[in-house]
């Protein structure tokens, strides 16, 4: 590295650490001094982590990390899934202050929780889950796209955000029972590019039926996508 560049990079530490100084952050969830940190300590610690034991192909809890039942009787279209958090206080607040208050800093934190979970495998592209186009222009950025930047930056793998596509805007899968989510985004997805022999690692922020995600992994594997597996910031549990 040239002396001019390193010698940026220590102004812009500098500058970084003057700032902190001066400037002190408040947690986002308490208001208690947090540094330059999105969260102070003591939120971060009390952040709803998924239990140690889960199925590994739709990450619901079972005894031993065993495949549930419902995966061993009817096996969705995505081979693994590995959600962070529980979706339940503070975590959806945090969700929905990018979805919906479009708090972009919420992105950046959230995408650095996702690094730790990343399967130790190698993945040939990180695909955002796709809004539909009317969706994202009222919304203006795709909190799935968001989270992923980060992630798709310290792994070196390639982020997809031109050829698989929703084509079709679908009623908000939130606004709907559980049992019609599946019908409603049935053949939402559309994929022009050939993934035969591609593993492909899915982002999204929740996962509550799993509905979305068991579609667009059809949508992949019908292209030639050999593996598909969930990243997921949340996952909603069963009471």
Known sequence: MSNSRQQHRSADRFVARLAGALF?????LCAAPSAQEFLCPACLDNLPCMPADCCPICALPTPCAEVCGACL???PNFDATQAVFRYQFPIDRLVQSLKYAHRLAS?????KMLLPQVPDRRFDMILPVPLAAP??????FNQALEISRRLAGQLHVPLETRFVLRGIDTTPQAA???KERAKNIRHAFECEIDLTGKAILVIDDVMTTGATLNELAWTLKACGAARVENLVLARTLKH
Request: charged share 30%; with cysteine; aromatic share 14%.
């Open 135 to 140: 969706r994202l222009a009222g919304r203006g």
């Open 24 to 28: 002190p952050r408040e947690c986002f």
């Open 176 to 178: 709907l029972p559980w």
């Open 73 to 75: 009787k009817k096996p």
């Open 107 to 111: 992105a950046d934190f959230l995408g």
